[in-house]
């Protein structure tokens, strides 16, 4: 079962980020631009942003990092999805494993402290996906005519693993709050909320996901700030979280770690609507059990 779950995963993360691309691409550029440097900011808000991409580097540079950001998403969205249903799953075996026997016409859910541990374990493991994928990606985003090659060269297998600690500060607790909210909205909008064994509808799926998704990327925008700031070219003196927010504080003040605020909880609404809708379906097509 995981290695379908791996599969539906990554599929599910294709279809999804394919068609949110241009929102995260404004969403990096407004994170990495900084108020008090030398040069003119360069853009005043998401409508602002999305122009003047377009104006300056056409369509097409609102997909610039697709195709490698496609390539790290498989494995990424795939780990993230399947490992989430394996914590759950081997939670699941040893809290109820200590529990009386249930009814088989009760569903079993577990307690919000093994929901979230199970989240934040899959926002864990994923990282060793994530974090080489979103670098090579928002070095894309920032760099005009750079190559995917040439960004590859550039880091090196080290550099891949640039600012793994924020990513990993922003991973593993937006996946305890958003597949914990997700599995808890999706459960109360369940039309048959006694079969263990039905198939949950789409206007359960849809609506959850996209409660999840907003609440957690809203709370862990400073998070992906300083991740963005740490992998970016530009104020290379900083490398660590703890300075790169000192500096945001000290010179742009806290409003500065909400930056693409917006923009990120636009992708992140549509992006896990359309990944758990996908991921599901998959699921439900090929009858595999979920926890």
């Given at each position: 079962?995981?290695?379908?779950?791996?599969?539906?995963?990554?599929?599910?993360?294709?279809?999804?980020?394919?068609?949110?691309?241009?929102?995260?691409?404004?969403?990096?550029?407004?994170?990495?631009?900084?108020?008090?440097?030398?040069?003119?900011?360069?853009?005043?808000?998401?409508?602002?942003?999305?122009?003047?991409?377009?104006?300056?580097?056409?369509?097409?540079?609102?997909?610039?990092?697709?195709?490698?950001?496609?390539?790290?998403?498989?494995?990424?969205?795939?780990?993230?999805?399947?490992?989430?249903?394996?914590?759950?799953?081997?939670?699941?075996?040893?809290?109820?494993?200590?529990?009386?026997?249930?009814?088989?016409?009760?569903?079993?859910?577990?307690?919000?402290?093994?929901?979230?541990?199970?989240?934040?374990?899959?926002?864990?493991?994923?990282?060793?996906?994530?974090?080489?994928?979103?670098?090579?990606?928002?070095?894309?985003?920032?760099?005009?005519?750079?190559?995917?090659?040439?960004?590859?060269?550039?880091?090196?297998?080290?550099?891949?693993?640039?600012?793994?600690?924020?990513?990993?500060?922003?991973?593993?607790?937006?996946?305890?709050?958003?597949?914990?909210?997700?599995?808890?909205?999706?459960?109360?909008?369940?039309?048959?909320?006694?079969?263990p064994s039905?198939?949950?509808?789409?206007?359960?799926?849809?609506?959850?996901?996209?409660?999840?998704?907003?609440?957690?990327?809203?709370?862990?925008?400073?998070?992906?700030?300083?991740?963005?700031?740490?992998?970016?070219?530009?104020?290379?003196?900083?490398?660590?979280?703890?300075?790169?927010y000192r500096?945001?504080?000290?010179?742009?003040?806290?409003?500065?770690?909400?930056?693409?605020?917006?923009?990120?909880?636009?992708?992140?609404?549509?992006?896990?609507?359309?990944?758990?809708?996908?991921?599901?379906?998959?699921?439900?097509?090929?009858?595999?059990?979920?926890v």
């Amino acid at each position: 079962m995981f290695v379908e779950n791996l599969a539906c995963g990554g599929i599910a993360g294709i279809v999804a980020v394919s068609c949110v691309f241009p929102l995260d691409m404004v969403k990096t550029r407004l994170m990495n631009q900084s108020s008090n440097a030398t040069r003119t900011v360069a853009y005043n808000g998401v409508v602002d942003c999305f122009k003047k991409i377009i104006q300056t580097e056409g369509v097409s540079g609102l997909y610039r990092g697709l195709p490698a950001n496609l390539v790290g998403i498989t494995p990424e969205k795939a780990i993230k999805l399947a490992g989430n249903d394996f914590f759950r799953s081997l939670f699941s075996k040893l809290y109820f494993k200590t529990k009386p026997a249930a009814p088989t016409d009760v569903v079993k859910q577990l307690p919000v402290s093994l929901e979230l541990l199970a989240g934040g374990c899959a926002g864990a493991v994923q990282v060793v996906a994530t974090n080489p994928m979103e670098i090579v990606k928002i070095r894309m985003q920032t760099s005009k005519g750079v190559s995917t090659i040439h960004v590859l060269k550039e880091l090196g297998l080290k550099g891949l693993y640039k600012g793994s600690a924020a990513t990993l500060s922003r991973d593993i607790p937006f996946s305890m709050v958003y597949f914990c909210l997700y599995s808890r909205l999706k459960h109360h909008l369940s039309e048959n909320k006694q079969d263990p064994s039905s198939k949950i509808s789409l206007k359960a799926i849809i609506p959850s996901a996209i409660v999840a998704g907003s609440t957690a990327a809203f709370f862990t925008t400073p998070l992906d700030v300083i991740k963005t700031r740490l992998q970016a070219h530009g104020e290379t003196q900083l490398k660590t979280i703890g300075q790169v927010y000192r500096h945001i504080m000290q010179n742009e003040g806290a409003a500065a770690l909400f930056k693409g605020c917006l923009p990120r909880v636009l992708i992140m609404s549509p992006l896990f609507g359309i990944t758990l809708t996908v991921y599901e379906l998959l699921q439900n097509f090929l009858g595999i059990n979920k926890v």
